[in-house]
């Protein structure tokens, strides 16, 4: 069995996943069905309006942000487990001894990682996949936006494992994670005063380059933001790697 199938396996064989995965599921349909329900109401207004607000800004595009929320307590606990479980049962001396190299433990770790955060953004895929065959929706703003929430999800992930990997508690990890990516939500709802029309604050946080996504055009800066801090964040998992090796 590879790593990347023993963490598949942890992770789906734990009832609180399911339970999470159930609420997740839940509140991303009453997210939906409300979207629905106030862009129909508000069609009538609507009518007479030139520039009338289309399904996929009214619908698809609040769904997504909301559902990049929701996936900030998601990410938190898987990735927080990732690394600071292995101190709860004695697995570090078994992966830092192991054969594979850093990079392949943290590959093997992190693609299980996404694949199981994927599963719960799996309701909200559908709901927008049924949406689209029902109605006529912009495909680009949508595909712009969906590939933002991706981006997102990588780069929490990426620095999530990252935090830990220097934890030993598995609580304090996943609250350490909420935490942090809490904070960054909020650094990105910020109101300082801006200089050259610009919140630099702001800049600093995924959710600000993820609001970016939801717009008719690719921002290449933040494709680069999303990019290059994931790149960063694997890459200082594999200093930590590399020195608990060493102490180990």
């Not at 479980?85 to 830092?96: E, H, Q, Y």
């Not at 600000?208 to 800066?221: A, G, I, V």
């Amino acid at each position: 069995m590879t790593l990347c199938q023993a963490e598949l396996k942890y992770y789906l064989r734990s009832p609180i996943m399911w339970l999470i995965l159930a609420f997740t599921a839940i509140i991303s349909a009453w997210s939906f069905l409300l979207s629905i329900d106030v862009f129909t109401t508000l069609q009538v207004k609507f009518a007479g309006m030139s520039d009338a607000p289309t399904i996929t800004q009214g619908i698809i595009i609040p769904m997504l942000l909301a559902q990049s929320k929701l996936i900030i307590a998601v990410v938190a606990i898987i990735a927080g487990l990732s690394f600071s479980r292995l101190s709860d049962n004695g697995s570090w001396f078994l992966i830092t001894n192991s054969q594979l190299s850093e990079w392949q433990i943290i590959y093997q770790k992190y693609s299980a990682l996404l694949l199981i955060t994927i599963i719960f953004i799996l309701p909200t895929i559908l709901a927008l996949g049924c949406l689209c065959l029902l109605t006529s929706v912009q495909f680009v703003p949508m595909a712009l936006s969906m590939l933002g929430l991706l981006l997102l999800i990588m780069w929490m992930a990426a620095l999530t494992m990252w935090i830990s990997s220097f934890v030993n508690n598995s609580g304090f990890s996943i609250l350490l994670c909420l935490f942090v990516l809490l904070f960054l939500w909020v650094l990105s709802q910020s109101s300082v005063e801006s200089e050259w029309g610009k919140n630099w604050l702001q800049v600093l946080s995924p959710f600000y380059h993820f609001n970016r996504f939801n717009s008719d055009y690719l921002s290449f800066s933040s494709l680069f933001y999303f990019v290059f801090g994931t790149v960063i964040n694997l890459y200082l998992i594999k200093i930590r790697l590399i020195q608990k090796r060493y102490l180990l």
